[in-house]
């Protein structure tokens, strides 16, 4: 079963361009999908073209077979280049077809340094990325979801939007995959008992400051280990990582950061915490959709933490505060306007309408009506 997604609109039109397309996240989160709707949408229009699924037996194993391949496609026509990054030296390929034009390209992938290794390299201007990440709640409402409720439990990957009852064993599934696929087959581990330990901790612990040497220490690891399998864990799009706002680059080198889910529902069914701990889920929601909407983000520590501050270009920077409880603390409005402080604007996200005196330039929503919003709000 095959249902919009909000980012059709915006990314058809990119599909004329001399650059390529490049569909980037993790792995079960739609990319395929979406790229076979645009190709669809490109040959209702009069388009030719054809898709790759270069993970399928008897796709071209190698950049030759492939530019073989692609020989048989009209000049002009729409390549879609599905997990590219099963090809080695594929990026000479890409940047062929563009600079020469022989054909538009779309490519998909689920390794976000390997994607964006390339695009900001060897394919530097000729190619634009755009991250498929699952679900956002708006759209997950539209797939059939009935609350903000259910969206925390199951989360945004398309099957498990639609199949909520399957969706726990789906996303270990999701999880298993992604872990000896795209962190341990990359990178050679072969041990892989303390990067599943150390993925399920961060994903446990979601929203918390993990000391990277005592977790080393903890899982038998060396800190150089530990910073390669968070680095893989992030690649995988398992984890979004958020580090403190600190002004040294070497400081933000050795920081100690959070970690954030990119979907709760996977969270919810890998996690081995005993606790619900609705807030820090709740912040969670909040981390990935603001990263949705362009921001890259970190957060204010010290005795007035603010959750994050966001910062997008052509956008004000963005204090922002989370807050799950009933009566609004005063710590929470001193986190914020200490965020504020390094912020143009500021915004406060409850789970629930409160009364609260706020700082000069910021305003209060709750979670679920921010996040209903759109990209378009703050």
Not at 38 to 49: I, R, V
Not at 135 to 143: D, G, I, K, T
Not at 145 to 152: G, I, M, V
Request: with cysteine.
């Amino acid at each position: 079963m095959s249902l919009p997604r909000e980012e059709e609109l915006g990314l058809f039109g990119k599909l004329s361009w001399k650059e390529a397309l490049a569909l980037i996240g993790p792995r079960r989160a739609g990319k395929s999908t979406l790229a076979l709707r645009l190709l669809d949408a490109w040959q209702s229009k009069g388009g030719q073209g054809q898709y790759f699924d270069l993970e399928k037996t008897g796709a071209p194993s190698s950049v030759p077979a492939l530019a073989d391949a692609v020989k048989a496609v009209p000049k002009g026509g729409l390549l879609v280049l599905d997990e590219i990054q099963t090809l080695s030296g594929w990026e000479r390929l890409v940047r062929e077809e563009i600079e020469y034009g022989r054909h538009h390209v779309l490519v998909t992938g689920s390794s976000a340094s390997l994607l964006s290794k390339e695009i900001s390299t060897i394919l530097a201007g000729r190619a634009v990325p755009q991250h498929v990440l699952p679900l956002s709640f708006r759209n997950a409402r539209a797939w059939g979801l009935n609350s903000f409720e259910q969206y925390l439990r199951v989360g945004g990957y398309p099957e498990c939007v639609l199949r909520t009852n399957d969706a726990p064993t789906l996303h270990r599934l999701y999880f298993e995959l992604a872990v000896l696929r795209d962190v341990a087959a990359r990178k050679g581990i072969r041990e892989v008992n303390s990067l599943k330990d150390l993925a399920i901790l961060l994903l446990s612990e979601s929203g918390k400051v993990i000391s990277s040497k005592k977790t080393a220490d903890a899982l038998g690891i060396s800190q150089p280990t530990l910073r390669s399998y968070v680095d893989g864990l992030v690649d995988a799009f398992l984890v979004l990582r958020v580090p403190p706002l600190v002004r040294s680059p070497r400081e933000r080198l050795v920081a100690d950061t959070k970690h954030y889910a990119w979907d709760t529902g996977l969270q919810k069914s890998v996690s081995v915490s005993e606790s619900p701990d609705f807030g820090r889920r709740l912040e969670n929601v909040v981390a990935v959709e603001l990263a949705r909407r362009g921001y890259d983000l970190a957060y204010l520590g010290g005795t007035a933490e603010c959750d994050f501050v966001a910062t997008a270009p052509g956008k004000a920077r963005l204090a922002v505060q989370v807050f799950s409880g009933d009566s609004l603390p005063s710590r929470e409005l001193e986190g914020l306007q200490s965020g504020m402080k390094m912020a143009e604007r500021g915004l406060l996200l409850t789970a629930r309408p409160v009364d609260a005196v706020l700082p000069r330039g910021a305003e209060c929503k709750t979670v679920e009506e921010w996040l209903l919003a759109g990209p378009r709000t703050p």
